[in-house]
C-alpha cells in the first residue's frame, strides 16, 4: 500500500469527505461534522449522508462519489455492514487515505473480521491506507484539523504528539491536559489496527516541525522489530506508557529462561533498543513530556536542589537517587557565594536551604549561582507557599533567569490554593512545575535518561570466527523438539562455544565405557525430553571417580527415575568431564511472538529461578546491551572479581553470549536456547548444560538418524 502522501492526508488534507455525516445531533456524525467545520479546518469539507438539505450551512451529498475536488480524506461513520461499499466507492473516487471510526468489526467476533478482512482488500486494491476501524481518528491542532466526535473545545495547542491505542484514553487525556499546562501538536486514535499502526504513525512525527516529543498509550505491538527500528530512528524524544506489566503462563515453560522471559521484559528490552522512554502511568508520561519537550538535556546526573525547607530537601534527594540521578557537590566558591547570601541559619550545601523567610530575589540570586557551577548539571526548585512572600511573585523572580539558562530547571511547586497563580506564570514561561519533589525527580531523570541513550553504541556485536553455518543448518534440518545432547554438542561446536567432553549412553555399562573413554572425575546426568530439569528428579550425579562408580550410580538412578515416573521418555544418561570450580553463569535464548529473539544474562545454577538475577536484551545483542547485561546483574559485577573471588575471563563470557545469540538469530527453526551453567574461569568458559528446542514442539528432535550417523 502507499505511504508518504495517504499518511500526511490524515493530518493535513485538501479536502475531506464525512461519510455519516447528519443534523441529528444525538449522533456521532454530527459531532464531526461541528469539529471539521465549528474548528477552524481551512481545507474543504463535503458532507454525506442519508438526507438531501444542508448541514452548518453546507450541502449533503447523497454519495461520495458526487462530491467536488479536492478532496483525499475519508472520514466513515457508518454502520459497519455498508462500510465496504462505500469505501470501493471512495477508492474509485481516488481517495487514498480514510479513518474508519464506525465499530461493529474485528472487536465483536468473526462477523465483523470478516468486514474487517473485506475493508482491507478492498484498500489494497486501491493502494488506500486505513485508520481504524473502531477509532476516533486524528488531530492536528496547528492546522487545526479535528476528524473526532469528541466535544468541543477543542485540545490546547502544544508541542506535544499523542497516539493512543485506547479511544477512552484518548479522550480523558484531551480533557485532562486543558488543566495541566501543556498542549498537543497531534493525536492519533488508532482502533483496531486493521491497517495503519502505531509504527506507521510513528514515521509521521519525523520531520514535523511542531511536534517535540512523542508520546504513546500501547497495548500491544503486532510487528515488533519493525517498530524498534522506524522508532529509533524518530528525531524526537519518545515515551510510552505500556499497560500489561504482568502475564500467565510463566509456569509452564520447559526452560528457565522461558520462564523468566515473560512479555513485559521483551518490551524492556525493546524499547531500551530503540531509545524509548517507559513510564508507569499515564500522568508520569506526560511529567517527563512536559520537560523534554521545554527544556535542554542535562550534561550530567548531578543535581543542585534548592528549597525553603528541608523536609522537601530530604524527600527530593531520595526521589533523584531513585530516578538514577545524583545530589551534586557544590563547589568552594559556590558554597562561598551562598554563604555570603544566606542567613547563618540556612545550609549552604546541596540541598540548599535558604528558610521559609527567602525573599523572591534571594531565590533568583540563589538559582544564579548554582547554575554557574560546573558540578551542576540541573536545578530543582522547591517551592512550598512561601508564609511572607506571594508564590507567584517568587515564580517571576525565577523565570528570566531559568530562561537565560542553558541547563534544565524544574519547579517543585507545592500546595494548591497558595500556588495557584505561581503554576499559571510558570505555564505560560514553558517552565515544568509539578506538585511534589517526587514528580520533579522523575522529570529530571527522563531527561538525563534520554541524553544518555543519544550517546549509546547501537552497533551490533560481531561474532568473531570459527563459525560453521552450514553444519548448524544440517543438525537442524527436519528437527522438532528438544535435541538431542550429541546434536546440541555439535551444534555448539559449529557456533565456537566450548564445551565440556560428554558422551550418551543407553545403560549402566555402556555408560562405564564412555566414562573411562572421558576420563574421570565424571558427571553423569539423566536424558529424558520429558524431565528438564534434571535436579529436580535427581538426574544428576557429580564426581564419579571410577567406572564401578558410573555403573552403579546409573543403575541406581535410572530405577529410581523410572519407577517414580513411569510415563516419562527416557533415553539414557549423558556422560561428562567434571570440570572444576568457577563462576555459574546462566546464558539463554528465547523467541519472542512479538519481537524475536531475546537473549538473558545471569547468575546460573538449579535455582535461576528463584534468585531472579537475570536481564533481558533483543539478540544479536549490541555493545550497549552487553554493558546493559553485566551492569544490571551480580552475575555481571561478579565477572571482574567480588569479596576475595577470582577474576574470570569476561571476554570469554561474552564472546559465548554473543555466540548463542547470533545462533537463534541465524536460525529461525531455533525456538529456545540455553546454557546453564556456563562455568567461567579465569582461563575461559565452558558450557556444562546445554538444551535447544527447534520448532514448537516438544518432542525430542529426530528425523531417524542420530548425528553421529549423519557424521559418517
Known amino acids: 500500500m502507499g505511504d508518504a502522501p495517504a499518511m500526511t492526508a ?35 469539507v463535503h458532507l454525506v449522508g442519508t438526507r438531501e438539505g444542508t448541514l452548518f450551512s453546507r450541502p449533503m451529498y447523497a454519495s461520495v462519489t458526487e462530491v467536488p475536488d479536492p ?73 487545526p484539523l479535528d476528524t473526532t466526535f469528541l466535544p468541543l473545545p477543542p485540545p490546547p495547542v502544544g508541542n506535544i504528539a499523542f497516539v493512543s491505542q485506547s479511544g477512552a484514553i484518548c479522550a480523558v487525556v484531551i480533557d485532562w491536559a486543558r488543566g495541566q499546562g501543556f498542549g498537543f501538536s497531534r493525536l492519533v486514535s488508532l482502533g483496531n489496527e ?29 510487528d515488533g522489530r519493525r517498530f524498534v527500528e522506524v522508532a529509533r530512528a524518530v528525531d524526537k524524544p519518545l515515551v510510552a506508557f505500556k499497560v500489561g506489566r504482568f502475564d500467565a503462563g510463566r509456569e509452564a515453560a520447559s526452560s ?112 544564579e549561582v548554582l547554575l554557574e557551577d560546573t558540578a551542576v548539571d540541573a536545578v530543582m526548585v522547591i517551592l512550598p507557599p512561601p508564609p511572607r512572600y ?64 543519544l550517546d549509546l553504541d547501537q552497533s551490533v556485536c560481531a561474532v568473531a570466527e570459527s563459525v560453521d553455518a552450514t553444519t548448524a543448518s544440517r543438525l537442524l534440518t527436519h528437527s522438532t523438539g528438544w535435541l538431542d545432547p550429541s546434536r546440541v554438542s555439535a551444534l555448539l561446536a559449529a557456533y565456537g562455544i566450548p564445551a565440556a567432553p560428554s558422551a550418551r549412553a543407553e545403560n549402566a555399562a555402556s555408560a562405564a565405557v564412555a566414562a573411562d573413554e572421558i576420563g574421570y572425575p565424571v558427571v553423569v546426568k539423566l536424558d529424558s525430553p520429558d524431565l528438564p530439569h534434571k535436579s529436580d528428579v535427581g538426574g544428576v550425579l557429580l564426581g564419579l571417580s571410577d567406572a564401578d562408580d558410573v555403573r552403579v550410580g546409573v543403575d541406581t538412578m535410572l530405577t529410581r527415575v523410572r519407577s517414580a515416573y513411569p510415563d516419562a521418555r527416557i533415553d539414557g544418561v549423558v556422560i561428562q568431564a567434571m570440570v572444576g570450580d568457577g563462576q555459574q553463569i546462566a546464558i539463554g535464548v528465547v523467541r519472542d511472538p512479538q519481537f524475536g529473539p531475546l537473549l538473558m544474562f545471569g547468575s546460573g545454577g538449579v535455582d535461576v529461578e528463584n534468585m531472579g538475577d537475570v536481564a533481558f536484551a533483543l539478540a544479536p545483542v549490541t555493545c550497549t546491551d552487553v554493558n546493559y547485561l553485566l551492569g544490571h546483574t551480580w552475575a555481571g559485577r561478579r565477572l571482574s572479581g567480588s569479596r576475595g573471588q577470582e577474576r574470570v575471563d569476561r571476554d570469554a563470557v561474552i564472546d559465548v553470549m554473543v555466540r548463542l545469540g547470533a545462533m537463534v538469530v541465524a536460525h529461525p527453526e531455533i525456538a529456545e536456547a540455553e546454557i546453564n551453567p556456563l562455568l567461567a574461569r579465569s582461563g575461559g568458559a565452558v558450557a556444562l548444560d546445554c538444551r535447544v528446542r527447534v520448532g514448537t514442539g516438544e518432542p525430542r528432535a529426530c528425523d531417524n538418524t542420530t548425528f553421529e550417523e549423519e557424521r559418517d
Open 194 to 222: 486493521a491497517d495503519i499502526s502505531e509504527t506507521d504513525i510513528l514515521g509521521a512525527f519525523t520531520g514535523d516541525p511542531n511536534t517535540k516529543v512523542v508520546t504513546m498509550y500501547l497495548e500491544g505491538i503486532a
Open 10 to 44: 490524515f493530518f493535513r488534507p485538501e479536502g475531506i469527505a464525512l461519510i455519516g455525516a447528519t443534523a441529528d445531533e444525538s449522533k456521532l456524525g454530527f459531532g464531526v461534522a461541528e469539529n471539521l467545520l465549528e474548528g477552524g479546518y481551512p481545507g474543504s
Open 256 to 367: 528457565h529462561t522461558g520462564a523468566l522471559a515473560g512479555e513485559d521484559v521483551a518490551y524492556e528490552a525493546a524499547f531500551r533498543r530503540a531509545g524509548i522512554l517507559r513510564s508507569s502511568s499515564t500522568e508520569e508520561m506526560f511529567d517527563w513530556a512536559r520537560a523534554l519537550s521545554n527544556l535542554p538535556l542535562p550534561a550530567g546526573p548531578g543535581v543542585a536542589v534548592l528549597t525553603n525547607a528541608g523536609g522537601p530537601g530530604v524527600a527530593a534527594s531520595d526521589a533523584l537517587e531513585l530516578h538514577g540521578l545524583r545530589i551534586a557537590s557544590l563547589s568552594s566558591e559556590t558554597t562561598m557565594l551562598l554563604e555570603d547570601l544566606l542567613p547563618r541559619a540556612a545550609s549552604a550545601n546541596n540541598p540548599v536551604d535558604i528558610l521559609a523567610s527567602a525573599s523572591p530575589e534571594l531565590y533568583a540570586r540563589c538559582l
Open 71 to 143: 478532496v483525499d480524506l475519508a472520514i466513515i461513520l457508518i454502520p459497519a455492514p455498508a462500510v465496504p461499499p462505500v469505501l470501493d466507492a471512495c477508492g474509485r473516487r481516488g481517495i487514498r487515505a480514510v479513518v474508519i471510526s464506525s465499530s461493529g468489526f474485528r472487536e465483536v467476533g468473526p462477523e465483523g473480521a470478516a468486514l474487517e478482512q473485506r475493508c482491507l482488500e478492498i484498500a489494497a486494491r486501491y493502494d488506500m491506507r486505513l485508520l481504524g476501524p473502531n477509532c476516533i481518528g486524528t488531530i492536528d491542532t496547528q492546522v
Open 390 to 453: 506571594a508564590a507567584e511573585d517568587v515564580a517571576e523572580a525565577l523565570i528570566p533567569v531559568i530562561e537565560g539558562g542553558s541547563k534544565p530547571v524544574v519547579v517543585a511547586l507545592m500546595g494548591h490554593e497558595l500556588i495557584g497563580e505561581a503554576a499559571n506564570r510558570l505555564r505560560a514561561a514553558k517552565v515544568p512545575e509539578y506538585r511534589f519533589p517526587s514528580r520533579a525527580a522523575g522529570a529530571l531523570g527522563a531527561l538525563y535518561r534520554h541524553a544518555a541513550a
